[in-house]
Nanobody
Framework: QVHLIESGGGLVQAGGSLRLSCVAS????????MAWFRQAPGKERTFVAA????????YYSDSVRGRFTISRDNAKGTVSLQMNSLKPEDTAVYHC????????????????WGQGTQVTVSS
């Protein structure tokens, strides 16, 4: 069972930046596809970004492409999300997730989830 802990959320003004981190333990995380999802109040959880086990492929939702960057450090067991040019519509709880079985980055394929970290962007 992979254990994921997110950090780095907070309150920031529109146009600002935040860096989220996810520390993973309890499995061969270096071989997993890792991703970030987010859930805004009253809305469903949606995909933000994903990275394959060696960082060879990175995927982004249309809404964050060009502003967010996902990265990983397998030696440290961490995955990060650098968020620049933040907008009020980026306000959500951000969750780290791990897919131990494939490189698929759709939600049903992620079996391990963190509790999330709150990101609030003021206008």
């Amino acid at each position: 069972q992979v254990h994921l802990i997110e950090s780095g959320g907070g309150l920031v003004q529109a146009g600002g930046s935040l860096r989220l981190s996810c520390v993973a333990s309890g499995g061969t995380v270096s071989m997993y596809t890792m991703a970030w999802f987010r859930q805004a109040p009253g809305k469903e959880r949606t995909f933000v970004a994903a990275i394959t086990w060696n960082g060879g492929y990175r995927y982004y939702s249309d809404s964050v492409r060009g502003r967010f960057t996902i990265s990983r450090d397998n030696a440290k067991g961490t995955v990060s999300l650098q968020m620049n040019s933040l907008k009020p519509e980026d306000t959500a709880v951000y969750h780290c997730a791990a897919n131990a079985l494939s490189s698929d980055y759709t939600q049903p394929h992620f079996g391990s989830w963190g509790q999330g970290t709150q990101v609030t962007v003021s206008s």
